[in-house]
Nanobody, 126 residues
């Protein structure tokens, strides 16, 4: 059974940093793409960043480029989202997600992802 568990969210002041973790069980990140998405109140879920299965193709949405970094530790089967220079508009529930098919390129449409974590709240105060 595939399970994704996010952690690391919290409340931080603008300009601060947080590191989110996504621990997987039931599959390994070295064969599957992974994405971080977020959903703010009253808004649709949007892609933040996605990484392909080999880790050498990464997409960042424009609003987080230069501030957020996705990485993974295959030994721990965990993916991270390092978030620096946080802004109030980054406030949202953050989800990690994985597709059902291995060896896929990084896709930005949430409909391409089958497995989702429960989400972790990130709140940035001004």
């Amino acid at each position: 059974q595939v399970q994704l568990v996010e952690s690391g969210g919290g409340l931080v002041q603008a300009g601060g940093s947080l590191r989110l973790s996504c621990a997987a069980s039931g599959f390994t990140f070295d064969r599957y793409a992974v994405g971080w998405f977020r959903q703010a109140p009253g808004k649709e879920r949007e892609v933040v960043t996605v990484m392909n299965w080999s880790g050498d193709s990464i997409y960042y949405t424009d609003s987080v480029k230069g501030r957020f970094t996705i990485s993974r530790d295959t030994a721990k089967n965990t993916v991270y989202l390092q978030m620096n220079s946080l802004k109030p508009e980054d406030t949202a529930v953050y989800y990690c997600a994985a597709p059902i098919t291995p060896y896929t390129p990084p896709r930005t449409n949430s409909a391409d992802y089958t497995y989702w974590g429960q989400g972790t709240q990130v709140s940035v105060s001004s």
